[in-house]
Protein backbone atom coordinates (compact mmCIF):
# COMPACT_ATOMS: atom_id res chain seq x y z
CA UNK A 1 0.00 0.00 0.00
CA UNK A 2 1.26 3.65 -0.96
CA UNK A 3 2.28 5.54 1.93
CA UNK A 4 0.26 8.31 2.09
CA UNK A 5 1.27 12.03 3.31
CA UNK A 6 -0.03 14.43 5.94
CA UNK A 7 -1.16 17.76 5.09
CA UNK A 8 -3.49 20.76 5.83
CA UNK A 9 -5.44 22.22 3.17
CA UNK A 10 -7.22 24.98 3.69
CA UNK A 11 -7.21 24.34 7.48
CA UNK A 12 -8.46 20.74 7.41
CA UNK A 13 -5.86 18.03 8.17
CA UNK A 14 -5.82 15.23 4.97
CA UNK A 15 -3.85 12.07 4.19
CA UNK A 16 -2.69 12.68 0.13
CA UNK A 17 -0.28 10.56 -1.96
CA UNK A 18 2.76 11.66 -2.79
CA UNK A 19 2.40 13.99 -6.38
CA UNK A 20 2.87 17.29 -7.25
CA UNK A 21 0.46 19.96 -6.52
CA UNK A 22 -0.98 19.93 -9.36
CA UNK A 23 -1.63 15.85 -8.73
CA UNK A 24 -3.51 17.35 -5.14
CA UNK A 25 -5.85 20.08 -6.71
CA UNK A 26 -6.92 17.30 -9.34
CA UNK A 27 -7.14 14.41 -6.52
CA UNK A 28 -9.52 17.14 -4.83
CA UNK A 29 -11.82 17.15 -8.28
CA UNK A 30 -10.66 20.44 -8.79
CA UNK A 31 -9.31 22.77 -11.55
CA UNK A 32 -5.53 24.06 -11.28
CA UNK A 33 -6.59 26.27 -13.84
CA UNK A 34 -8.99 28.03 -11.77
CA UNK A 35 -7.87 28.24 -8.23
CA UNK A 36 -4.73 29.47 -6.83
CA UNK A 37 -2.31 27.40 -4.29
CA UNK A 38 -0.27 28.70 -1.59
CA UNK A 39 2.31 26.10 -0.46
CA UNK A 40 3.98 26.54 3.14
CA UNK A 41 3.35 30.86 3.18
CA UNK A 42 4.75 30.94 -1.10
CA UNK A 43 2.45 31.05 -3.91
CA UNK A 44 2.98 28.51 -6.30
CA UNK A 45 3.14 29.87 -9.81
CA UNK A 46 0.69 28.19 -11.73
CA UNK A 47 2.90 27.40 -14.72
CA UNK A 48 5.19 25.43 -11.85
CA UNK A 49 2.03 23.20 -9.76
CA UNK A 50 3.19 20.27 -11.98
CA UNK A 51 6.43 20.55 -10.96
CA UNK A 52 6.41 21.33 -7.75
CA UNK A 53 6.41 18.49 -4.93
CA UNK A 54 4.18 18.00 -1.77
CA UNK A 55 6.09 16.94 1.24
CA UNK A 56 4.97 15.98 4.61
CA UNK A 57 3.29 18.51 6.87
CA UNK A 58 2.98 20.67 3.89
CA UNK A 59 0.28 23.67 5.06
CA UNK A 60 -1.43 24.43 1.59
CA UNK A 61 -4.41 26.77 0.68
CA UNK A 62 -6.36 26.59 -2.11
CA UNK A 63 -8.54 29.91 -3.20
CA UNK A 64 -10.65 30.96 -5.88
CA UNK A 65 -13.28 33.54 -6.35
CA UNK A 66 -16.34 34.12 -4.45
CA UNK A 67 -19.04 36.55 -4.67
CA UNK A 68 -18.36 39.40 -2.12
CA UNK A 69 -17.55 43.15 -1.51
CA UNK A 70 -18.86 46.42 -2.75
CA UNK A 71 -19.43 47.73 -6.56
CA UNK A 72 -21.07 48.82 -9.29
CA UNK A 73 -20.81 50.79 -12.88
CA UNK A 74 -24.17 51.83 -15.03
CA UNK A 75 -24.18 51.37 -18.81
CA UNK A 76 -24.03 55.41 -20.38
CA UNK A 77 -26.89 56.21 -23.22
CA UNK A 78 -27.40 55.12 -26.11
CA UNK A 79 -26.70 58.44 -28.09
CA UNK A 80 -22.97 59.23 -29.40
CA UNK A 81 -22.83 61.76 -26.94
CA UNK A 82 -23.53 59.78 -23.86
CA UNK A 83 -21.26 57.27 -25.71
CA UNK A 84 -18.14 59.07 -25.64
CA UNK A 85 -18.82 59.90 -22.06
CA UNK A 86 -16.34 57.60 -20.79
CA UNK A 87 -13.98 57.30 -18.06
CA UNK A 88 -10.74 55.60 -17.34
CA UNK A 89 -8.56 54.00 -14.40
CA UNK A 90 -4.90 52.70 -14.93
CA UNK A 91 -5.51 53.30 -18.59
CA UNK A 92 -8.79 51.18 -19.04
CA UNK A 93 -11.73 52.84 -20.43
CA UNK A 94 -15.15 52.59 -19.32
CA UNK A 95 -18.56 53.62 -19.98
CA UNK A 96 -20.20 52.22 -17.73
CA UNK A 97 -20.30 54.63 -14.21
CA UNK A 98 -21.70 51.81 -11.54
CA UNK A 99 -19.73 49.40 -10.15
CA UNK A 100 -21.45 46.03 -8.72
CA UNK A 101 -20.65 43.56 -5.95
CA UNK A 102 -21.12 39.83 -5.76
CA UNK A 103 -22.45 39.35 -2.30
CA UNK A 104 -25.42 38.96 -0.59
CA UNK A 105 -27.77 37.92 -3.32
CA UNK A 106 -29.96 34.49 -3.66
CA UNK A 107 -27.79 32.92 -5.84
CA UNK A 108 -25.12 33.23 -8.63
CA UNK A 109 -28.17 33.54 -11.70
CA UNK A 110 -29.67 36.25 -9.76
CA UNK A 111 -26.56 37.71 -9.13
CA UNK A 112 -25.72 37.83 -12.91
CA UNK A 113 -29.05 39.13 -13.64
CA UNK A 114 -28.59 41.90 -11.53
CA UNK A 115 -25.46 42.55 -13.22
CA UNK A 116 -26.70 42.60 -16.36
CA UNK A 117 -29.70 44.88 -15.57
CA UNK A 118 -27.26 47.06 -13.88
CA UNK A 119 -25.14 47.63 -17.03
CA UNK A 120 -22.15 46.77 -14.90
CA UNK A 121 -18.93 46.82 -16.62
CA UNK A 122 -16.65 45.76 -13.47
CA UNK A 123 -17.84 43.52 -10.43
CA UNK A 124 -15.98 42.81 -7.27
CA UNK A 125 -15.04 39.93 -6.00
CA UNK A 126 -13.54 38.17 -3.00
CA UNK A 127 -10.59 35.48 -2.66
CA UNK A 128 -11.97 32.68 -0.41
CA UNK A 129 -10.68 28.86 -0.06
CA UNK A 130 -12.35 26.57 -2.10
CA UNK A 131 -14.71 24.44 -0.35
CA UNK A 132 -12.58 21.18 -0.95
CA UNK A 133 -15.44 18.97 0.37
CA UNK A 134 -17.81 19.94 -2.26
CA UNK A 135 -15.37 20.83 -5.01
CA UNK A 136 -18.71 20.58 -7.81
CA UNK A 137 -20.10 23.29 -6.02
CA UNK A 138 -21.39 26.23 -8.26
CA UNK A 139 -18.66 28.59 -8.90
CA UNK A 140 -19.06 32.17 -9.95
CA UNK A 141 -17.00 32.10 -13.16
CA UNK A 142 -19.83 30.03 -14.53
CA UNK A 143 -22.16 32.68 -14.36
CA UNK A 144 -20.15 35.81 -14.80
CA UNK A 145 -17.92 35.83 -17.32
CA UNK A 146 -14.69 37.34 -16.58
CA UNK A 147 -13.87 37.89 -20.06
CA UNK A 148 -17.36 39.65 -20.66
CA UNK A 149 -16.82 41.24 -17.35
CA UNK A 150 -14.07 42.96 -15.54
CA UNK A 151 -13.13 41.37 -12.26
CA UNK A 152 -11.82 43.78 -9.48
CA UNK A 153 -10.47 41.48 -6.47
CA UNK A 154 -11.21 43.05 -3.56
CA UNK A 155 -9.35 42.32 0.22
CA UNK A 156 -13.07 42.13 2.24
CA UNK A 157 -12.67 41.34 5.49
CA UNK A 158 -8.64 41.94 5.73
CA UNK A 159 -7.69 44.00 8.76
CA UNK A 160 -3.81 44.55 8.56
CA UNK A 161 -1.68 45.27 5.32
CA UNK A 162 -0.28 42.50 5.31
CA UNK A 163 -3.48 39.98 4.96
CA UNK A 164 -4.21 42.16 2.16
CA UNK A 165 -1.27 42.02 0.12
CA UNK A 166 -1.18 38.40 0.36
CA UNK A 167 -4.61 37.89 -0.64
CA UNK A 168 -4.10 40.31 -3.41
CA UNK A 169 -1.05 37.80 -4.06
CA UNK A 170 -3.33 35.51 -4.42
CA UNK A 171 -6.11 36.63 -6.58
CA UNK A 172 -3.32 37.84 -9.55
CA UNK A 173 -2.26 34.19 -9.94
CA UNK A 174 -5.51 33.28 -9.73
CA UNK A 175 -6.94 35.22 -12.53
CA UNK A 176 -3.91 37.08 -13.31
CA UNK A 177 -5.69 40.60 -12.73
CA UNK A 178 -3.51 43.18 -11.71
CA UNK A 179 -6.29 46.11 -11.40
CA UNK A 180 -7.42 45.50 -7.40
CA UNK A 181 -9.71 46.95 -4.98
CA UNK A 182 -7.66 47.64 -1.27
CA UNK A 183 -9.47 48.00 1.58
CA UNK A 184 -7.95 47.27 5.29
CA UNK A 185 -10.55 47.00 8.01
CA UNK A 186 -9.86 48.91 11.25
CA UNK A 187 -12.54 46.99 13.17
CA UNK A 188 -15.57 44.59 12.66
CA UNK A 189 -18.30 46.77 14.31
CA UNK A 190 -17.91 49.70 11.85
CA UNK A 191 -15.78 48.54 8.83
CA UNK A 192 -13.88 51.86 9.09
CA UNK A 193 -10.42 51.92 6.72
CA UNK A 194 -7.67 51.65 8.83
CA UNK A 195 -5.97 54.46 6.87
CA UNK A 196 -2.68 53.80 8.79
CA UNK A 197 -2.74 49.99 7.13
CA UNK A 198 -4.17 51.14 3.72
CA UNK A 199 -1.27 53.31 2.75
CA UNK A 200 1.11 50.59 3.85
CA UNK A 201 -0.27 48.06 1.96
CA UNK A 202 -0.82 50.42 -1.00
CA UNK A 203 2.57 51.09 -1.51
CA UNK A 204 3.88 47.94 -1.28
CA UNK A 205 1.14 46.24 -4.03
CA UNK A 206 2.02 49.09 -6.20
CA UNK A 207 5.81 49.10 -5.96
CA UNK A 208 4.95 45.19 -6.81
CA UNK A 209 3.03 46.19 -9.98
CA UNK A 210 -0.49 45.99 -8.62
CA UNK A 211 -3.13 48.78 -9.53
CA UNK A 212 -5.05 49.50 -6.27
CA UNK A 213 -8.05 51.17 -6.38
CA UNK A 214 -8.50 52.32 -2.72
CA UNK A 215 -11.54 52.71 -0.29
CA UNK A 216 -10.50 55.19 2.10
CA UNK A 217 -12.14 57.70 4.82
CA UNK A 218 -13.53 60.87 3.23
CA UNK A 219 -10.34 62.39 3.85
CA UNK A 220 -9.23 64.84 1.10
CA UNK A 221 -5.83 64.86 3.03
CA UNK A 222 -5.72 61.09 3.05
CA UNK A 223 -6.97 60.89 -0.61
CA UNK A 224 -3.93 62.88 -1.51
CA UNK A 225 -1.37 60.83 0.48
CA UNK A 226 -3.18 57.71 -1.18
CA UNK A 227 -2.02 59.07 -4.62
CA UNK A 228 1.32 59.42 -3.94
CA UNK A 229 1.03 56.00 -2.28
CA UNK A 230 0.43 54.68 -6.03
CA UNK A 231 -3.52 54.51 -6.29
CA UNK A 232 -5.10 54.59 -8.97
CA UNK A 233 -8.52 55.60 -7.86
CA UNK A 234 -9.71 56.73 -4.31
CA UNK A 235 -13.29 55.42 -3.19
CA UNK A 236 -14.13 57.24 0.13
CA UNK A 237 -17.06 55.75 2.15
CA UNK A 238 -20.43 57.89 1.76
CA UNK A 239 -21.80 55.91 4.76
CA UNK A 240 -20.87 52.43 6.74
CA UNK A 241 -20.56 49.68 4.61
CA UNK A 242 -24.28 48.28 3.65
CA UNK A 243 -25.81 50.43 6.24
CA UNK A 244 -27.92 52.46 3.37
CA UNK A 245 -28.09 55.30 5.23
CA UNK A 246 -27.02 57.38 1.49
CA UNK A 247 -24.45 60.11 0.97
CA UNK A 248 -23.72 61.56 4.98
CA UNK A 249 -20.39 64.04 3.86
CA UNK A 250 -21.08 65.53 0.78
CA UNK A 251 -18.85 68.57 1.64
CA UNK A 252 -15.86 66.74 1.82
CA UNK A 253 -16.40 64.29 -0.92
CA UNK A 254 -17.01 67.11 -3.13
CA UNK A 255 -13.39 68.33 -1.68
CA UNK A 256 -11.65 65.38 -2.72
CA UNK A 257 -13.25 65.59 -5.89
CA UNK A 258 -12.07 68.73 -6.75
CA UNK A 259 -8.35 68.08 -5.54
CA UNK A 260 -7.73 64.37 -7.00
CA UNK A 261 -6.35 63.74 -9.98
CA UNK A 262 -7.38 60.29 -10.20
CA UNK A 263 -10.61 58.84 -10.38
CA UNK A 264 -12.94 59.16 -7.46
CA UNK A 265 -15.91 57.23 -6.71
CA UNK A 266 -18.27 56.57 -3.59
CA UNK A 267 -18.25 53.27 -2.16
CA UNK A 268 -20.15 51.90 0.40
CA UNK A 269 -23.58 53.69 1.92
CA UNK A 270 -25.57 53.82 -0.82
CA UNK A 271 -29.21 52.55 -0.17
CA UNK A 272 -31.50 53.77 -3.06
CA UNK A 273 -31.11 55.87 -6.30
CA UNK A 274 -31.64 58.74 -5.13
CA UNK A 275 -28.38 58.70 -2.87
CA UNK A 276 -26.03 57.13 -6.52
CA UNK A 277 -27.51 60.35 -8.06
CA UNK A 278 -26.01 62.60 -5.25
CA UNK A 279 -23.04 60.91 -5.52
CA UNK A 280 -22.65 61.35 -9.38
CA UNK A 281 -23.94 65.04 -8.99
CA UNK A 282 -21.30 65.30 -6.42
CA UNK A 283 -18.71 65.27 -10.02
CA UNK A 284 -17.59 61.66 -8.82
CA UNK A 285 -16.72 59.58 -11.78
CA UNK A 286 -18.64 56.22 -10.40
CA UNK A 287 -20.60 54.56 -7.52
CA UNK A 288 -19.63 50.88 -6.18
CA UNK A 289 -22.29 49.41 -4.41
CA UNK A 290 -23.51 45.85 -3.37
CA UNK A 291 -25.80 45.55 -0.29
CA UNK A 292 -28.84 48.30 -2.18
CA UNK A 293 -29.13 45.88 -4.71
CA UNK A 294 -28.45 42.34 -3.24
CA UNK A 295 -30.94 43.13 -0.21
CA UNK A 296 -33.88 45.43 -2.36
CA UNK A 297 -36.84 43.28 -2.44
CA UNK A 298 -36.51 43.18 -6.08
CA UNK A 299 -32.80 43.01 -6.93
CA UNK A 300 -33.07 43.65 -11.01
CA UNK A 301 -35.48 46.23 -10.38
CA UNK A 302 -33.41 48.08 -7.99
CA UNK A 303 -30.43 47.33 -10.84
CA UNK A 304 -32.19 49.04 -13.23
CA UNK A 305 -33.18 51.61 -11.15
CA UNK A 306 -29.54 52.57 -10.23
CA UNK A 307 -28.20 52.54 -13.85
CA UNK A 308 -30.84 55.09 -14.51
CA UNK A 309 -29.63 56.92 -11.32
CA UNK A 310 -26.26 57.25 -11.90
CA UNK A 311 -26.97 58.56 -15.31
CA UNK A 312 -29.36 61.32 -14.65
CA UNK A 313 -26.75 62.15 -11.96
CA UNK A 314 -24.10 62.24 -14.36
CA UNK A 315 -25.84 63.87 -16.96
CA UNK A 316 -27.27 66.71 -13.59
CA UNK A 317 -23.14 67.47 -12.98
CA UNK A 318 -22.66 68.02 -16.44
CA UNK A 319 -25.41 70.39 -16.76
CA UNK A 320 -24.38 72.70 -14.05
CA UNK A 321 -27.13 72.87 -11.87
CA UNK A 322 -28.45 76.79 -11.14
CA UNK A 323 -27.25 78.61 -8.71
CA UNK A 324 -29.36 78.89 -5.10
CA UNK A 325 -30.74 81.65 -3.42
CA UNK A 326 -32.54 82.98 -0.29
CA UNK A 327 -35.50 84.20 -1.95
CA UNK A 328 -37.88 82.98 -4.99
CA UNK A 329 -37.76 84.15 -8.42
CA UNK A 330 -40.45 83.96 -10.75
CA UNK A 331 -40.36 82.28 -13.51
CA UNK A 332 -42.28 84.29 -15.44
CA UNK A 333 -41.59 88.03 -15.92
CA UNK A 334 -44.23 90.55 -13.55
CA UNK A 335 -44.26 92.86 -16.25
CA UNK A 336 -47.14 93.43 -18.14
CA UNK A 337 -49.09 91.58 -15.96
CA UNK A 338 -53.15 92.28 -16.92
Not at 148 to 159: D, E, Q, R
Request: proline letters at 4%; hydrophobic letters at 45%; one cysteine or more.
Amino acid sequence: MTDLLSLTVNGELRRAKAGTVADLVRSLELDPAKVAVERNGEIVPRSALAAVAVAEGDVLEIVHFVGGGQGAVAASGADNKDDADTWTVAGRTFRSRLIVGTGKYKDFAQNAAAVAAAGAEIVTVAVRRVNVSDPKAPMLTDFIDPTKITYLPNTAGCFTAEDAIRTLRLAREAGGWDLVKLEVLGEARTLYPDMRETLKACEVLSNEGFLPMVYCTDDPIGAKQLESAGAVAVMPLGAPIGSGLGIQNRVTIRLIVEGASVPVLVDAGVGTASDAAVAMELGCDGVLMNTAIAEAKDPLRMARAMKLAVEAGRHAYLSGRMATRKYADPSSPLAGLI
